[in-house]
C-alpha cells in the first residue's frame, strides 16, 4: 500500500472581518484604515503599532478552519469525512484540491487528484447541454480528446439525450445536476474528492451517483467523500474522519467514527409532534411527543443494534370517555422510504385502555433490535375501536448505530440487507441424521 | 526531505509552484474553453448577433471622424480620414475590450476560482482571444474601407502582428493589475471603464500624432497606445505616417514596465483569491 495523501500538521486561518459586511473590502476601507493608521503613528510615533495599523485591529479576528490536523490516505482508500458545519470539512477539501492555500503545514499528493466540490461548476446558463459538456469537463481537468471519447457515456449517464443543443437555462433543475454529476462522474483522476454533491437530485438518481463512486472505487482509486449523508457513507467509505471544530477528532473505520459522531453530536431524538397539522384521523386521541430510551432506560441518541429499544409515545385523551381497544401500530421505513416493518399492538395482542383522564404513556419495546446501522423514518398510527383516532405519516426519524447483535461483535457489510437474523451454522457429521 | 520527492504535489503556505509555466501549458485546453465560451455566449439571444462587431466600430468611427475631421478640422496626413480613424480603432477597440474584459474576468468567474484549481492567470488572458476575434471582423471593415477608397497597402503590413501583440501585452499588463485588485477592491469594476472612455481622447484615435506639438511628442508616448496606434498607421497608411523611433521605444518600454508589474502582483495575490472573492 502507497500513501497517496499525506497531511501532516496543516492549518488554515481566515481573517474575519466584523464591521464590513462583504467578505471584500472596497478601496475606501483600505485608505481611511491606512489613513488612521497613518494619524495613529504620527500622533503616537513611539507607540508600536506592530503591524496594525493597517488592518485596524479591533475590526477583525483570527478564525482557525483547520488546526494541526495530520492523516495519512492510502492508495484505494475510501474516506467519508463527518463533522457539523463549519467543523472544517469543505476547507480540508479546498485546501487539498488546492483552491485555498494552508495557513501552516504540509500536504503531499501522489497522483492526479479531482475535485467536485460542486455539481456543475462552470456550467453557463445560456450555452446547450452539449457545450456545458466540453466545458465543464474541461474545467474538472479533462482534455478535449478525452471527453469527445466519453461524450456518449455521459449524456446516456445523464439521460439528457433529447435536449442536448437546448440551453440548461430551459432545463429542469433535476435534467441540470444530472447532466452536471455525469460529466463529474466520468472523471478518471487517481483521487477523486467529492463535497456534499449528492445531497441534490432525486432518490433514484443519488443512488445512481453512488452506485458510479463505488464503481471509480472498485478501480482502485482514492476517494475522500465529505456528506452529512450517513447513509451514504456507510455504503461508500470504508474509514471515516470525523473533524470537530477544525480539529481531526477521530480517524478509523468507518462504523466505529460515524457511533461516535451520532453520539457526541446529536441531542436526545425526541421528537414533539404537537405542532404537526399534517394528521388523520378522529384526534380523540393524540400523540404529542415521542421518546427514545436504550437498555437502561436512559433517554438515548440513537439506538444500538442488539440492544434494547424503547419508543415511549406521550398521548393525550380528548374525547372525555374511558377508550378501550387502543391499537398503536408503528410502521418503520428505510432511507428510500420503503416500509421494512410494523410493530403493531393488535398483531401482538396487546391494546391498551385508557383512562378518561388527559395525559398516557404507551411504550413499545424491541428486546434486541435487529436493525442494521442506518437513519430510520417511522409512521405513527393509532386507532380507537377500529376507528382511525390519530395518524401520522413520516412521523420523524431515528438512527441505530452497530452493535452487539452478534456475539462476534461484528456486522454484516453495508448494503447487504436490511436485517440481523439470529442463525446458527454448524457443520454435519456424516452420520448426523438431524438434518432429516 | 527525502520523502518529498515521491510526491508529486506538494502544499504549503507560500510555495511558490515549482511548475508555474509548466502547469499552465498542462492546462492551455482550459484556456482555450473558456474564450471559446465567452465569444459562444456573446452574442446568444441577440437579435442581430456578430453583427453587432461590424455596428460597435463603424458608429464609433464615423461619430469620430465627424468630431475631428469635419468640425475640427484636423490634418488628415493625405489619407482619407475615416481610413485615419480606423486603422486607430482597431488596435484601441482591441485593447479597451481585453482591458475591461479582463478587469471583471476574475469577480466574473467567481464560482471557478472558489469552487476548481487551476492557474488563475488563464481566466484573464483568456479574454484576449474574444478581443482577437473581434478584431478579425473590424479588419475586415478596414479591408473594405480601403478599397472603397482605393487606399494601396505596402510591404508594411507585415509588421502588423509585432503591433498587435504590443497591443495584446499592454491590455493584459493593465488587465492583470486590475483583475487581482478587483478581486480585492470592488472600487475598480467602476474606475475602469472610466480609464477606458478617458484613454480614448487622450490616445490618438481620432486624430493623428502629428497634431502634437513636436517638443511633446516624446512625453506623450508614455502612453503605450500612442506607439501602438502610430505603428498600426505606420504599416497600414504608409506614406504620411513616419516612424517616431525614440518614442516607440518608449511606448515598448513602458508596456514591457506594466506587463511585468501587472503579472508581478497578479501572482503574489494569485495565492489569497479564493479566499477574498
Not at chain 1, 463527518?82 to 501552516?104: D, Q
Not at chain 1, 416500509?339 to 388527559?358: F, H, M, P
Not at chain 1, 411504550?363 to 383516532?389: H, K, Q, S, W
Request: hydrophobic letters at 45%; a positive charge.
Amino acid at each position: 500500500m502507497t500513501t497517496v495523501i499525506k497531511v501532516e500538521n496543516l492549518s488554515k486561518r481566515y481573517i474575519i472581518g466584523h464591521r464590513r459586511e462583504a467578505s471584500y473590502g472596497t478601496l475606501r476601507d483600505s485608505l481611511t484604515e491606512g489613513g488612521k493608521g497613518l494619524a495613529r503613528r504620527l500622533l503616537h510615533p513611539f507607540r508600536s503599532s506592530a503591524g496594525h495599523a493597517f488592518t485596524g485591529m479591533p475590526d477583525t479576528e483570527e478564525f482557525w478552519a483547520l488546526k494541526g490536523i495530520s492523516f495519512d490516505v492510502q492508495q484505494g482508500d475510501r474516506i467519508g469525512i463527518l463533522g457539523r458545519n463549519g467543523a472544517g470539512k469543505t476547507t480540508l477539501l479546498k485546501v487539498l484540491s488546492r483552491i485555498t492555500e494552508p495557513t501552516e503545514g504540509r500536504a503531499s499528493i501522489r497522483g492526479r487528484i479531482s475535485s467536485l466540490l460542486e455539481v456543475g461548476t462552470g456550467f453557463h446558463p445560456e450555452l446547450t447541454g452539449r457545450e456545458n459538456i466540453f466545458l465543464n469537463g474541461a474545467i474538472l481537468g479533462m482534455g478535449r480528446e478525452e471527453i469527445r471519447g466519453k461524450f456518449d457515456e455521459i449524456v446516456a449517464f445523464a439521460e439528457v439525450e433529447k435536449f442536448l443543443d437546448t440551453p440548461v437555462k430551459r432545463y429542469s433543475s433535476g435534467m441540470y445536476v444530472r447532466l452536471a454529476f455525469a460529466v463529474a462522474a466520468h472523471l478518471e483522476p487517481e483521487i477523486l474528492v467529492v463535497d456534499e454533491v449528492l445531497a441534490v437530485g432525486d432518490a433514484a438518481f443519488q443512488k445512481k451517483c453512488l452506485g458510479k463512486m463505488e464503481d471509480v472505487s472498485r478501480e482502485g482509486r482514492t476517494i475522500l467523500f465529505v456528506s452529512h449523508n450517513m447513509g451514504a457513507i456507510r455504503n461508500l467509505c470504508r474509514k471515516a474522519i470525523w473533524l470537530h471544530g477544525g480539529i481531526l477528532k477521530k480517524l478509523g473505520p468507518v462504523e466505529q467514527v460515524i457511533s461516535d459522531y451520532l453520539l457526541d453530536s446529536q441531542g436526545p431524538m425526541a421528537i414533539s409532534l404537537d405542532q404537526r397539522r399534517d394528521r388523520k384521523g378522529t384526534g380523540d386521541l393524540r400523540c404529542e411527543n415521542i421518546g427514545f430510551y436504550g437498555r437502561d432506560g436512559r433517554e438515548v441518541q440513537a439506538f444500538t443494534s442488539g440492544q434494547t429499544a424503547r419508543i415511549v409515545f406521550h398521548f393525550r385523551n380528548r374525547s372525555g370517555n374511558d377508550l378501550r381497544n387502543v391499537h398503536l401500530s408503528i410502521g418503520i421505513d428505510d432511507q428510500a422510504g420503503q416500509r421494512i416493518t410494523l410493530l403493531d399492538s393488535e398483531v401482538v395482542g396487546q391494546n391498551a385502555s385508557l383512562s378518561a383522564a388527559g395525559d398516557h404513556r404507551l411504550e413499545v419495546t424491541v428486546d434486541r433490535l435487529p436493525l442494521i446501522p442506518g437513519r430510520y423514518g417511522f409512521t405513527v398510527y393509532c386507532a380507537v375501536n377500529g376507528e382511525v383516532a390519530d395518524w401520522i405519516q413520516n412521523a420523524g426519524s431515528f438512527e441505530v448505530i452497530s452493535g452487539p447483535f452478534f456475539d462476534t461483535g461484528k456486522m454484516p457489510p453495508p448494503g447487504q440487507g436490511n436485517f440481523l437474523l439470529d442463525c446458527t451454522f454448524r457443520h454435519l457429521e456424516p452420520d448426523d441424521r438431524s438434518d432429516g | 526531505m527525502g520523502t518529498e520527492e515521491s510526491f508529486d504535489t506538494v502544499i504549503e503556505p507560500g510555495r511558490g509552484m515549482k511548475h508555474y509555466w509548466a502547469e499552465l501549458w498542462q492546462y492551455r485546453g482550459l484556456f482555450y474553453f473558456l474564450a471559446w465560451r465567452d465569444i459562444l455566449v456573446r452574442y446568444k439571444q441577440t437579435v442581430i448577433g456578430v453583427a453587432w462587431s461590424v455596428i460597435k466600430p463603424l458608429l464609433t468611427m464615423v461619430v469620430l471622424t465627424v468630431v475631428f475631421g469635419k468640425l475640427a478640422r484636423l490634418p488628415s496626413g493625405g489619407v482619407p480620414y475615416p481610413i485615419l480613424v480606423f486603422a486607430a480603432m482597431l488596435p484601441w477597440q482591441m485593447f479597451s475590450s481585453t482591458l475591461m474584459a479582463s478587469s471583471n474576468s476574475l469577480v466574473g468567474n467567481t464560482n471557478l476560482l472558489s469552487k476548481v484549481y487551476f492557474p488563475r492567470l488563464i481566466v484573464p488572458s483568456s479574454t484576449a482571444i474574444v478581443s482577437l476575434v473581434d478584431f478579425a471582423v473590424s479588419f475586415v471593415i478596414l479591408a473594405g474601407l480601403m478599397v472603397w477608397y482605393r487606399h494601396a497597402v505596402t510591404w508594411r503590413i507585415l509588421a502588423l502582428p509585432l503591433f498587435i501583440l504590443l497591443a495584446m501585452i499592454t491590455a493584459l499588463g493593465f488587465g492583470y493589475l486590475f483583475s487581482a485588485l478587483n478581486v480585492r477592491y470592488r472600487d475598480f469594476r467602476h474606475m475602469v471603464p472610466f480609464m477606458v472612455q478617458f484613454g480614448l481622447y487622450i490616445s490618438p484615435v481620432g486624430f493623428s500624432t502629428q497634431v502634437v506639438p513636436e517638443n511633446w511628442r516624446l512625453a506623450y508616448s508614455i502612453n503605450p497606445m500612442v506607439g501602438v496606434i502610430d505603428g498600426f498607421r505606420w504599416a497600414l497608411l504608409g506614406k504620411g505616417f513616419g516612424f517616431y523611433l525614440p518614442g516607440f521605444l518608449l511606448s515598448v518600454a513602458f508596456t514591457v514596465l506594466i506587463f511585468w508589474l501587472g503579472l508581478t502582483y497578479f501572482r503574489r495575490l494569485e495565492r489569497t483569491f479564493a479566499d477574498v472573492i
